[in-house]
């Protein structure tokens, strides 16, 4: 037995990953569309640390991977860091998608990979919402569903690395929910599936509308926001439930004024709507034009 063999990450998953040029060609192209469709604004960058460990946490919107995707790539892109986005079990039941998302970055949620990516200097990032946040039902736009969960700053804390408040908004402003998961129509399908042992309630992606009555979505602007670092080193030593709690409270509140931010930042943009960028695009050559002439 090797007593001083390499720690592991789950499913394949390699430490320290860093994409090849092939890779970084190929999620950029993948990505080119949603960024030109999302016109997507990122606020507070320079708080992302150029080496070493941290925790990211953020907010997950209604389909959960569009502005995941969208961020991750635009980090790697600009930033030269790979996130290390901790995945449901879900994502490795999927043949095929299991495998992209892993040559990415993405390494299925367990506290034993977290660990293990915190004390090799990885950029961590996770959803305390979970899947529960991605398949929203009506009236819940926007919400964050932490229910109390603790184990992000367990992680955090015992590493010792700082959280880096990640908010995001947007997705959610490009569809309309049409049915959800509580949907009366929807019953005798959930009824199908909970016999199967499908976890419905946090499982269920919501059926929505963007443009029109189909699923694109419409060309609403992302926006991104990392909140000032917080500092775990306080609460070194301590798993209480209070000293972790209050760290959780923290983070919260932390991610929620990056979103109300975001929204103030919204409110205001002319460019927001696809129609507002155009005319600004028109406005900027024509000024352009005249100066060429």
């Not at 016109?39 to 150029?50: A, D, I, K, T, Y």
Request: contains cysteine; hydrophobic residues 45%; glycine residues 10%.
């Amino acid at each position: 037995m090797n007593d001083h063999a390499e720690p592991a990450l789950s499913d394949g998953a390699r430490l320290g990953l860093q994409l090849t040029t092939v890779d970084k060609a190929v999620f950029a192209a993948l990505m080119a569309p949603l960024r030109l469709w999302s016109s997507p604004v990122f606020e507070g960058m320079q708080r992302l640390p150029e080496t070493g460990a941290a925790l990211l946490v953020g907010n997950h919107t209604m389909y959960g991977m569009l502005d995941a995707l969208v961020f991750a790539e635009h980090v790697q892109r600009r930033h030269g860091r790979v996130i290390r986005v901790l995945a449901e079990d879900v994502h490795y039941t999927v043949p095929g998608h299991r495998d992209v998302i892993t040559r990415w970055g993405a390494v299925r949620a367990s506290r034993e990979n977290c660990r293990t990516m915190l004390a090799h200097d990885e950029l961590v990032m996770v959803f305390p919402g979970g899947a529960r946040e991605v398949t929203k039902r009506k009236g819940e736009k926007y919400r964050l569903m932490w229910k109390g969960r603790t184990g992000f700053a367990r992680m955090a804390v015992e590493a010792g690395c700082p959280i880096i408040p990640v908010s995001s908004i947007g997705v959610e402003d490009s569809f309309d929910i049409v049915l959800d998961a509580d949907s009366l129509a929807l019953r005798p399908l959930r009824r199908l599936l909970e016999s199967r042992g499908f976890r419905w309630s946090e499982l269920a992606v919501p059926i929505a509308r963007g443009i029109g009555p189909t699923p694109i979505p419409r060309p609403e602007r992302y926006y991104f926001r990392l909140g000032a670092p917080i500092d775990t080193s306080r609460y070194a030593g301590r798993a209480d439930d209070a000293a972790l709690g209050a760290l959780r409270d923290e983070v919260h509140g932390a991610v929620l004024d990056g979103m109300h931010a975001l929204f103030a930042q919204q409110s205001t943009d002319p460019g927001r709507r696809f129609a507002g960028r155009a005319l600004e695009t028109a406005a900027m050559r024509a000024r352009f034009g005249r100066r060429s002439a």
